[in-house]
T-cell receptor, first 114, second 112 residues
Framework: NAGVTQTPKFRILKIGQSMTLQCTQDMNHNYMYWYRQDPGMGLKLIYYSVGAGITDKGEVPNGYNVSRSTTEDFPLRLELAAPSQTSVYFC?????????????FGEGSWLTVV | TQLLEQSPQFLSIQEGENLTVYCNSS?????LQWYRQEPGEGPVLLVTVVTGGEVKKLKRLTFQFGDARKDSSLHITAAQPGDTGLYLCAGLLTDSWGKLQFGAGTQVVVTP
């Protein structure tokens, strides 16, 4: 019952460092998403993908990059980390992009930039 | 600014009491979802409403989608400590596809 798996769970980065948050799903879902959740602000969409090789920007894409080489994996790359990127990051997936379909979330990755 | 405004931000009640959480917007949504999120975990879907005026019941939880599809409410009857969590509403705008808009959430605490 893996569902959506994110790694790492926790990470502390120094300003200017780079890192990749890994996300994999085993449900053969076409759609995958990356959200960030800041206190009192709800979840904001960073990037999403409708299938392997296809990605698009969400609401807050600056400072991030993604790739989707396989259906299962959707890594999120942070380049030149900044304190403003301190947040909880959630990867999610769904079979279609409609709300008639359930979106499954991972458990989250806590990132602190100091 | 949040496209979906949730109120109240925080709600603390005693076990057995009723509560209502609201989700409002000036935009029209094609459909709307409610999630519950517990500490250290991702949001878990509770319900999806798609028709204006729709009412859905899930045991002690009642969800309503406004007639104009701009607002929604979640009512919990006889709340239990297990209902404690962050309740999030999320909607899909009529002109978007796959891009959920989330509210900031309502933190509900139910004490025994």
């Amino acid at each position: 019952n893996a569902g959506v798996t994110q790694t790492p769970k926790f990470r502390i980065l120094k300003i200017g460092q780079s890192m990749t948050l890994q996300c994999t799903q085993d449900m053969n879902h076409n759609y995958m998403y990356w959200y960030r959740q800041d206190p009192g602000m709800g979840l904001k969409l960073i990037y999403y993908s409708v299938g392997a090789g296809i990605t698009d920007k969400g609401e807050v894409p600056n400072g991030y990059n993604v790739s989707r080489s396989t259906t299962e994996d959707f890594p999120l790359r942070l380049e030149l980390a900044a304190p403003s990127q301190t947040s909880v990051y959630f990867c999610a997936s769904s079979y279609t992009g409609t709300l008639s379909d359930t979106i499954y979330f991972g458990e989250g990755s806590w990132l602190t930039v100091v | 600014t949040q496209l979906l405004e949730q109120s109240p931000q925080f709600l603390s009640i005693q076990e057995g009491e009723n509560l209502t959480v609201y989700c409002n917007s000036s935009s029209v949504f094609s459909s709307l979802q409610w999630y519950r999120q517990e500490p250290g975990e991702g949001p878990v879907l509770l319900v999806t409403v798609v028709t204006g005026g729709e009412v859905k019941k899930l045991k002690r939880l009642t969800f309503q989608f406004g007639d104009a599809r701009k607002d929604s409410s979640l009512h919990i009857t006889a709340a239990q400590p297990g209902d404690t969590g962050l309740y999030l509403c999320a909607g899909l705008l009529t002109d978007s596809w796959g891009k959920l808009q989330f509210g900031a959430g309502t933190q509900v605490v139910v004490t025994p």
